[in-house]
């Protein structure tokens, strides 16, 4: 019995030492703190399937544990065959063989994903869950104050990814909660740089007086090419801001099915649009102009709506103070530059 013993400590030092140094593809993901290593413990009931109930019962008796509720049996390579649950054992005969009595429980490997983990102990109602290595060398459990605290962080986590927070950090968590004059100091840069995008727009009127003075009826159409613009924009970066943090895809999958879209709701605006203008202007020329500047707006709008809160996120900006003011003036520019381009080229 002290044999046994001893290979059992020696085992569970090992298992100790194999936690310590994660494997590479572990360490990927224990950087974020979401693996099943990051959450088992090590102090738990071992046995051999040649054990008798009794020598475990004493055991337990003897020695104090982290978790004690499953006695976990493994072979003399320390590779896990079942295990036993403590109100079960309490109730074995003296003699009976542990291995006449485990059961086969879902395990998980030690880089497997928390998600996945709290979702077996769900699926199967456990309160806790076996981890092991990729030899199937048993390496501990996950005991059920940590799967609380992982259902805890993986629902708070879905609810701050329908909101648009990619992940419960202190930056998102300071954006809704600093103080005012904190709050103020952060955004007020971006809405300066906004007026000043304001102010280049006005330039870019400004340098088309000729045209207007012409053709006053070119005038008309601004205000609401340029709310369209905004309105598409807007629409591409709250999908935008909430769906890179759920999507796997990469940048320029996700770029080339919004440019798409772009196209097809421009399309679509553009040839409502150029027949409604035409009956009520009796200008041809004057609607094409409007109908090219909405198709070609609704195309960049939708472009810089995803990619500005992607690149504020790779540069380690929040996308929610920066993405909206600094969009909305690039779409501004850009639809009277292309407005303006299109009415010179087909009316002057």
């Not at 049996?73 to 074995?92: F, N, S, W, Y």
């Not at 605290?149 to 968590?173: C, F, M, S, Y």
């Not at 320029?252 to 421009?266: D, F, K, N, Q, V």
């Not at 605006?269 to 102009?289: C, E, H, M, Q, S």
Request: proline share 5%.
């Amino acid at each position: 019995m002290p044999q046994i013993e001893q290979m059992q400590k020696a085992n569970m030092e090992k298992a100790i030492e194999k936690k310590r140094r994660p494997t590479k593809s572990r360490k990927r993901n224990h950087r974020q703190g979401e693996t099943a290593g990051t959450h088992l413990t090590a102090s738990v009931p071992r046995a051999y399937s040649n054990e008798t109930a009794a020598a475990v019962q004493t055991r337990l008796r003897e020695h104090r544990f982290d978790h004690a509720e499953l006695i976990c049996i493994t072979d003399p390579e320390d590779r896990l065959l079942g295990c036993v649950v403590l109100e079960d054992l309490i109730a074995l005969p003296a003699e009976t063989p542990m291995g006449d009595v485990l059961k086969a429980l879902p395990m998980v490997r030690v880089d497997e994903d928390q998600e996945k983990l709290a979702s077996l102990a769900l699926h199967h109602r456990l309160t806790a869950v076996p981890v092991v290595d990729h030899g199937g060398h048993f390496l501990g459990v996950v005991p059920p104050l940590a799967l609380m605290h992982i259902l805890r962080h993986e629902h708070v986590e879905d609810l701050h990814r329908l909101a648009g927070i990619k992940r419960e950090t202190h930056q998102a968590r300071e954006a809704m909660e600093s103080a005012p004059l904190r709050r103020a100091r952060d955004r007020l840069p971006w809405l300066m740089l906004g007026l000043a995008g304001s102010a280049l727009a006005t330039q870019v009127v400004a340098q088309f007086e000729a045209q207007l003075q012409d053709r006053i009826a070119i005038a008309f159409f601004i205000p609401g090419l340029v709310y369209i613009a905004d309105a598409i924009g807007t629409q591409t970066e709250a999908i935008a801001v909430r769906g890179l943090s759920l999507s796997h895809a990469n940048l320029r999958s996700l770029l080339g099915g919004e440019m798409r879209t772009g196209l097809l709701i421009g399309l679509t605006l553009a040839a409502v649009t150029l027949p409604i203008i035409w009956l009520i202007f009796g200008d041809f020329y004057l609607a094409l102009a409007v109908a090219v500047a909405l198709f070609s707006a609704g195309c960049v709008a939708t472009t810089i709506g995803l990619f500005l809160p992607w690149l504020l996120g790779e540069l380690g900006t929040d996308p929610a103070y920066g993405s909206g003011p600094l969009a909305t003036i690039l779409q501004d520019v850009m639809s009277l530059l292309i407005y303006f381009a299109a009415v010179n080229l087909f009316l002057f």
